[in-house]
Each structure stands twice: as C-alpha cells, then as structure tokens.
C-alpha cells in the first residue's frame, strides 16, 4: 500500500519533543539543509534519534512564520504569493518527517516510539494552526472564488480547488466554538494512533509462537527451519520462533502438519492485541470510532465514512458497500465450494473432525496438489529474491517504460537490509533513486508499503526518492531468500506504487506522484501485478536458483490453472475486512461499542458474510490499515481500484501487451500525472469509457471467462 500523507502542506510530520532536555539546533543537525547527497537522499550515516527532536521543532516553527508571513501579506492574494508560497513552505520539516515516519515504520526503536508518543498531539495542534488560520482562509478562498478569471491552466485551477477543499474539509468554515471541538478531537486522534500502532507491534512481537520441540514444526523446509531457528536466536531464546505477519492466517499454517500447532498460531495471531495487557487495542478503537463520528457530524456528515468518502472516487459508503455486499453471494458460493473439497479430503483421510480456520491454508494446499499437482515447495526455488528483482519487476518496468536500475552501493542506508538503485528513464538520464527493505523484522511493522524520502516536483526542482518496505521471511545466513507465489506478486504491487511516484512529471508537491483519491492510489499498483504472470516476464525470472534452468513449461501451466485456486476464500476474507471497516465507520455518534467481538460478529452477520471457516483478513484489534495506516472507511479501495486494474489490463491485451507504445500511453496518461484532474475523467480518457467490473469478477473466477 501507499502510505498516506498526513499533512499536505508540510509533507507528514509529528513535532518531536522527548521528556528530556531539548537538544539545540544548530547548522550542524543532519536535518538543517538539503542533503548533498546524490538526489537529496537521507545522509543515514550522519542521522541519529537525537537529531529528530530539535530538526522537528525548528522546522514546525519555520513554518509557522511562513504561512504568518502568507497570510498577513499586504498585498492582493494571487496564485503565486498565497498558493506557490505554501507549496514551498515548511522545507525543513517536511525533510525530516519523511526519515521520522519511514524509520517509526520500518526500523524504530523505543526511543522513536516515545517521541511519537509524546508528540501526537502537537501534529495535530500545528496542523489546525495551518488549516483553522482564518485570514489564510480567505486568501485562499478569494482565489477560490475567482479561479475562472484569473487566466490559470487548468492545472492551476484544479490545484487551487484542490487547495480549498483541503481547508474546507479541514475545519476552515466550522465556528469558533467547532473548531475549537475539532482541535481537541484531533489532538485526541493522533495520540490515539499513535498508541494504536505501538501497541500493535508489541503485541505482534510478542504474539510470535516459541516452539522447543522441532518435532512440532514438522511440514517446514530446512531452510524455514533455519529462518525460525535464527529468529529464535534474535531473541535470545532457545528453539524456534515463528513471528506473526499483519494478517489473521499465516503463512506456515499451510505447512505445518501439526494441527495443534497450527490452531496455536491462529490463535496466536487473532487475539494478539486482545489479551487485557498493555498491548490489548480494544479500547483504542472503540474510542478512535467514536471520536470519528463526532469529527464527521461536526462537518455535517451523518459518519465518518461519508466524511472520508466525499473525497473519493466512491464518493458515498453506499457506493462502496455496494460495490462489496454485490460480491458476498459469488464469493461466499465459492468459499463453501472451496471448504467442502477440504472437508472431504479431510474425512477421505479419516480425520474426523470438523475443518476449522487453521486448517483452511494447510488443507487449501493438499487439495491443491492434488487437484493441480502444484505445491508451494516445487515453485519456491524459482523465485529467488534477487533474480525476480532484477529479471522480472525491472525486466517489466524496462519493457514497459524504458527504465534502468543501477545498484548504488555508496548511498547510506538505515539498515543493512536495504538495497538503493539509481533508475534512469529512456534517455538514459538519471530519474531518482529506489531503496528497496524486504525483510521482516521485530523493529518493524507488518504488511508491505511504498513512500517517499523525497517527492520528485517541477516546482521545488527535485527528483523522487523512493522506498519499499516488506515483510518476507529472511533467510538463514547462507541461505538464499527464496519467495512464496504471494511474495512475487507483492514485490510488483509496491513497485507499481514505486513507478507511481517515480515517473511522475508534476510540478506541484500537493498533486505529485501518489497523492491522489485512496481508491485511485491502488490502481497503479495493483495494474502492476498482472505483469508477474505475463509470459515474456514470467520467464524472464522463473528460473531454479541452482541451475538457472527456467521454470518448466508444465509447472507454469500449473501456476495458470491455480490462479482462480481459492478464490472464494481470498475475496471472501477481504470483502469482509472491508465491511468490517465500513460498520465501524458508519457508526454514527453515540456511546462506546461495549464489545468489539459482538460487534464485529454482528456486522458481519448483518453484511451476510460470517462464514466461521473464513475470518475477516484483519480482524478489529490488528486492523492496522483503518486505526494507523490511513485507511480508515477506505480499506474498499483495494476492491475499488481492482476493478480499474483489471479493466486497464484487458485494454493492454486488446491492443497488443507489454509494448513500450502501450507502457507510454499509460505513463503518460496516469502514472505521470499524479493527482492533477478527476481520476474518473483520467481514467476514461486512457481507456475510452468508463470501468467494467467484468475482468474482474472473471480474474477472480467468480463468474465464467477468461482463466
């Protein structure tokens, strides 16, 4: 996923102050000027935690003065001294928030951890100071309101509307006494958050299963066996540690014949922030909810969904619970179909029980070499790490797009994991710089994401520098990292954002790259995906990790035949993750949710998808997506922006594939353009008409078509 910017103006930011004596800052903080560095990347060698706090401070207060400066000019308000200023407001904060908030995700510490935490509600507080400033408004506003007449492209037009909505939606036209309400709800939010995110990794952390006995781990690979047993080590235990993933089912329960360490890390996984400790979210989200739904009925929406979903492409939850509920029947169809071959593998084998959500990955896997002969062991040494890097998500950018990627070895990094490359456009000019993070460790959280150090802007001269996180299994020293089928297709979905943000060609930081609607922003990434099958680039990287033999033709068209394999079960648990999303946020204002379990049972029910065997792919208390990841009422646009993926792929058939002539087109009609227009308009100008959810639903397997 893209993370989401969390402050236009001033990039994400919070203000940093930890409960000790403040540090100066002076011209010698890593922070205080653009890095000389190729591309302004982070100078991580010379960063350390000390220097966030007075970097923060500083910039928060540079900023402050600036927009006092815009809004108390004498002079009439003109796109250039009210919109262009902004635009380049807050260059020191925005500097070092982009290092705070890609460390706190991807490699913190307790001392990161505190800072977030006693500094949430000042984010907050700087952020309304921007957004509730009254006579900025009106600058704002009388270009607003005069934006035909002041002879602006349509470019600048969009980008003052985009201008105004942003402080209208911020609070700009509540009265005093609302916005004084609003400051303390977002005060209140954001230290919520903040306390929803670190408890969640604790929790995952010590969620992790220890196992003393390697018997019990039997079904895993040497080589899992190796990762686990050094993941025992990190943690100065004895054995074997399997840590969890961000999601209820995990990977090894696919593996693992011992059923009774199967249902261990299920549960493991399902109750790990609901154990009534220190790490327990419950009452963070009920309370998160509820203060959402007073934010939106002082906007005048009926719920924060409504809020949230005026801005999209969606524009109401009646559009995307539409969108979901149309798919519970054929999904939920499919799933019980799905089930009832393991439930009868099961009995065949006399196993005398009832299949049960810890059973579904390990028996989803006998039926499916038994139905395509296909096993997870026989592709794995195909997809070793490196060559589908090099040889299959460069390969398909390099087809498609004319890109190059040339390993920088001297740029510092923030962990030895990370990998940086230059990329290079057709003309072989140098366009920005990719760090690459893949594997999983406690330090960081769970799932996969893109972001930027650096955004690539016209306006403030510089060039994207951009960043993938993920979460694989790291492999034992010695050992080579080789990836499941979901592992292959993640690395082309992040870099589909990556592409996003890289290609960009907008000059203004509020519209560039991925900032753009959240059921859009999925589009590119997940359009991405469908090269990882695709033929010329399947067997450009499918190749044994030993001998460099390519995948065999017959296990290929295994891979092909299994791509609707557990379908019902995949869309099933995402569609009701999704609805889970949506009854929290359609909640209106009103008491605390007095049980998240009733809850989540009974809007599941309601929404007509509780299938026991099939839990949500997130269930409430790890939802990290909608309570820290910036998806809240949008956890749908995955779905949303599915069905733009699959539309635009069938035009890449129709006119002939992976082509440079049809990787332009794309380029230059969406990936380039960043957020500068309505993405429906966008979007039916590349294709020639509006989406159809129909390759979708054949993709997926849930009606008849293409396989």
């Not at 958050?193 to 019990?216: E, I, M, N, P, Y």
């Not at 509020?510 to 469908?530: H, I, K, M």
Request: with cysteine; aromatic share 12%; proline share 5%.
């Amino acid at each position: 996923m893209a993370r989401l910017r969390l402050v236009a103006i001033a990039g994400t930011a919070f203000l940093c102050a930890c409960g000790r004596a403040p540090v100066k800052f002076t011209d010698q903080n890593p922070f205080a000027a653009a890095s000389t560095l190729p591309y302004q990347a982070p100078p991580f060698d010379r960063i350390h935690d000390a220097d966030y706090q007075p970097a923060i401070e500083e910039g928060m207060r540079q900023q402050i003065a600036e927009v006092h400066a815009i809004a108390t000019d004498t002079a009439a308000p003109t796109f250039d001294n009210t919109i262009i200023a902004l635009e380049k407001s807050g260059a020191l904060l925005r500097r070092v928030a982009k290092v705070f908030f890609a460390l706190t995700q991807s490699n913190t510490d307790d001392t990161l951890q505190q800072v977030q935490t006693d500094e949430a509600p000042k984010l907050a507080a700087h952020n309304d100071a921007i957004y509730l400033n009254d006579t900025l408004f009106r600058r704002i506003k009388s270009l607003y309101d005069r934006r035909a007449s002041l002879g602006l492209d349509s470019i600048k037009q969009f980008l003052v509307t985009r201008y105004y909505k942003d402080f209208v939606r911020s609070g700009a036209l509540l009265s005093d006494s609302d916005k004084a309400k609003l400051r303390e709800l977002n005060k209140e939010e954001a230290t919520l958050t903040t306390d929803f995110q670190k408890r969640l990794l604790a929790a995952t952390k010590a969620g992790a299963v220890h196992v003393t006995d390697s018997t019990r781990l039997a079904g895993l690979s040497p080589a899992e066996l190796a990762a686990s047993h050094e993941a025992a080590a990190g943690r100065k235990v004895a054995g074997w540690v399997l840590p969890l993933q961000n999601t209820t089912q995990q990977p090894a329960q696919a593996e693992l014949t011992d059923r009774g360490v199967r249902q261990q890390l299920f549960e493991a996984s399902t109750t790990r922030a609901e154990k009534g400790d220190s790490n327990d979210t419950r009452q963070v989200i009920t309370r998160l909810a509820q203060l959402r739904a007073e934010k939106a009925r002082l906007f005048g929406f009926p719920s924060w969904a409504a809020y949230v979903l005026d801005d999209q492409m969606a524009k109401t939850p009646a559009h995307a619970i539409k969108l979901l509920t149309d798919m519970v029947p054929a999904s939920v169809a499919k799933a019980a179909s799905e089930q009832a071959d393991m439930q009868a593998l099961i009995d065949r084998q006399h196993g005398g029980f009832k299949l049960q959500p810890w059973d579904w990955q390990y028996y989803a896997e006998q039926v499916r070499k038994a139905k395509y002969d296909l096993d997870e062991s026989q592709i794995k040494p195909y997809f070793q790490l490196d060559t589908v890097l090099q040889d299959g998500v460069f390969y398909a950018a390099n087809q498609l797009y004319g890109l190059t990627f040339k390993e920088r070895h001297d740029i510092p990094v923030y962990h030895p994991d990370v990998r940086v490359f230059e990329v290079f456009g057709p003309d072989g000019k140098a366009i920005g710089l990719w760090y690459c993070d893949y594997f999983k460790r406690d330090a960081k959280s769970g799932g996969a994401w893109e972001d930027t150090f650096v955004d690539g802007t016209g306006l403030l001269g510089t060039h994207p520098v951009v960043f993938n996180v993920g979460n694989f299994t790291k492999p034992a020293p010695g050992q080579p990292a080789l990836l499941t089928w979901d592992n292959v297709t993640t690395m082309f979905h992040e870099f589909g954002h990556a592409l996003h943000a890289l290609l960009t060609t907008v000059d203004y930081p509020r519209l560039a790259g991925t900032n753009v609607p959240t059921d859009f922003v999925e589009f590119p990434s997940q359009f991405n995906e469908n090269w990882a099958l695709y033929p010329a680039v399947f067997s450009h990287f499918a190749k044994h990790y030993q001998t460099g033999e390519p995948m065999p033709q017959a296990l290929v068209d295994k891979i092909k035949r299994t791509k609707t394999f557990d379908q019902g079960f995949a869309t099933t648990e995402y569609v009701a993750a999704a609805l889970l999303d949506m009854a929290w946020h359609t909640l209106p204002t009103g008491p605390l949710v007095a049980n998240v379990d009733s809850f989540e049972t009974a809007a599941l029910t309601g929404f007509h998808i509780a299938v026991p065997a099939v839990p949500p792919r997130y269930r409430s208390t790890y939802f990290a997506h909608i309570w820290g990841g910036g998806y809240s009422a949008n956890y749908y646009a995955y779905m949303w922006a599915e069905v733009l993926d699959h539309d635009a792929f069938a035009w890449f058939t129709e006119h002939g594939g992976l082509t440079r002539a049809n990787g332009k087109r794309f380029s230059d009609m969406i990936l380039s353009r960043g957020g500068t227009g309505d993405m429906a308009v966008m979007y039916r100008a590349f294709r020639g008409r509006d989406p159809s959810v129909q390759p979708l639903l054949e993709a997926r397997g849930l009606v008849g078509g293409r396989k």
